[in-house]
């Protein structure tokens, strides 16, 4: 293991199995197609049941269960040293353990090895001021101990770097090529870790969604990212001279124009090279808040641009809905102003009656208060009761997209909601598909 005061470079065969079991169980919240893929193509379906996916699933839904077991995997040097972790996710390991060794680990030590010299050249005396205005641009303390940069095997594809930051530990796939893992990448990832022990980005935050306009709201949705990226691929790659290659700086240039991810990818990349010049301004947010409106006017109320921030799934029956595990994150205040709206007092009525009271209240007391749009599913009984339901006309302040889907606009720019209602899964697949290619009246 290598250290500075700001991060070590950690090799734990524990972790990259951890990333591979990770990304085959929750693929909504992971980018690993190319670990998926593989996952299928050797076997390791066979090896790794659907109850064990199932398992991990469960047990990986809770985000302090995550943070435990991917710290566990990077200080454990089998799976029984992991501490309160389950003892079935454990078994899971140990069952995966051998073959991820033997197909995946040990095939690209060297290349492991390689890049974790190539990262040490990160920190050096000259890099020190930018680690340092990184972290007071974040408002962020010094780390009490270094961060971890965690170094996996990617298996052999063609497929994009994946990293990964989630607090004190980063997750840096490494090629088993001769392509060396990009320095700009490793900062991007550090400045996520400043990010999450700093202030700085939630009073951005507030302010983006304070001014009036949409597009500045949607701004606020994208800060995270827009922010790391200018940092990592803009300032700190300048500093070091690195040329721009002129591929995206944010996600993978080679997406086809189909990728759910491309637009969104390409609203990073373009916001992050605006203001990676202006970093330092004390006019920040207004140049953000401008910049997005140039580049994606109307962006609040482009599909496109939103739909993959949340949803919140109300049903009597959860077997009749699709896979949402890509949807991760709920806005209690989107969901709250669509019910208290004069016309959807029924709906939130409909959805107590269907849902049950108590459930309701709890599931709103739970979530998060972020700045993103909501997706509502409501599933209710049977086809009568769908059809019933969307004849009471609960959402006629809404704009029909579809006989399942609706979209609300508040009056005020906030952003918006997107109602699906359905009885069958194809009802669904139907629906979402459908909010993924509107184009709302006067969006040029």
């Known amino acids: ?57 469960y047990y990986l839904y809770k ?25 079935g996710v454990i078994k899971i390991f140990e069952k995966a353990e051998h073959e991820y060794l033997r197909q995946i680990w040990n095939p690209g030590i060297p290349y492991l090895q390689k890049n974790a010299r190539h990262i040490q050249n990160l920190f050096n005396e000259k890099h020190v001021e930018i680690f340092e205005r990184a972290r007071e641009f974040y408002q962020a303390p010094m780390p009490k101990q270094p961060y971890t940069v965690a170094l996996h095997p990617l298996p052999p594809s063609k497929g994009a770097q994946i990293d990964h ?7 840096i796939s490494v090629r088993c090529d001769d392509k060396l893992v ?47 990226t200018a940092w990592g691929q803009g300032v700190f790659q300048s500093a070091l001279a690195i040329p721009d290659n002129g591929k995206l700086w944010y996600g993978n240039s080679d997406s086809p124009d189909s990728s759910p991810k491309k637009i969104p990818n390409q609203c990073i990349d373009r916001l992050a090279r605006d203001i990676a010049p ?7 947010v207004r140049h953000i808040a401008s910049s997005f409106a140039k580049h994606y006017p109307q962006a609040h109320r482009n599909p496109k641009l939103m739909f993959r921030w949340t949803a919140a799934v109300f049903s009597n029956n959860p077997d009749n809905f699709p896979d949402t ?18 016309n ?15 459930f309701w209240h709890r599931f709103l007391d739970s979530l998060p208060n972020p700045h993103e749009s909501a997706v509502l599913f409501i599933n209710l009984p049977n086809k009568d009761a769908m059809r019933e339901f969307i004849d009471r006309k609960v959402t006629e302040n809404a704009l029909k997209i579809n006989d399942n889907a609706s979209v609300y606009y508040p009056a005020d720019n906030s952003l918006p909601v997107y109602l699906i ?7 669904y697949k139907r629906a979402l598909k459908a909010v993924k290619d509107y184009r709302p009246p006067g969006l040029s």
């Open 325 to 342: 595990s890509h949807i991760t994150e709920i806005s209690r205040d989107a969901i709250v102003r669509f019910m208290q709206t004069q």
């Open 165 to 171: 930051s989630d607090g004190q530990y980063m997750s």
């Open 421 to 427: 209602t359905g009885y069958e899964p194809e009802d």
């Open 182 to 228: 990009q320095l700009g990448d490793i900062f991007h990832e550090i400045c996520h870790c400043f990010d999450h022990a700093g202030t700085r980005r939630e009073g951005m935050e507030k302010e983006l969604s304070a001014r009036p306009e949409g597009e500045a709201k949607v701004a606020a949705m994208y800060l995270e990212e827009i922010l790391a």
């Open 278 to 284: 202006l970093i330092d301004s004390p006019d920040l």
């Open 1 to 57: 293991m290598m250290q500075n005061k700001y991060f070590n470079v950690c090799l734990s065969h524990l972790h990259g199995l951890y990333r591979l079991l990770y990304a085959n169980s929750m693929p909504g919240h992971s980018p690993h197609d190319v670990m998926c893929l593989y996952f299928k193509k050797h076997g390791w379906d066979k090896l790794i049941t659907a109850d064990d996916i199932e398992t991990l699933r």
């Open 344 to 358: 959807n007092r029924q709906l939130s009525q409909t959805i107590k009656e269907t849902t049950g009271y108590a």
């Open 63 to 87: 985000r302090i269960n995550r943070q435990n077991l991917q710290a566990q995997t990077v200080k454990a040097q089998k799976p029984s040293e992991f501490e309160d972790v389950s003892p």
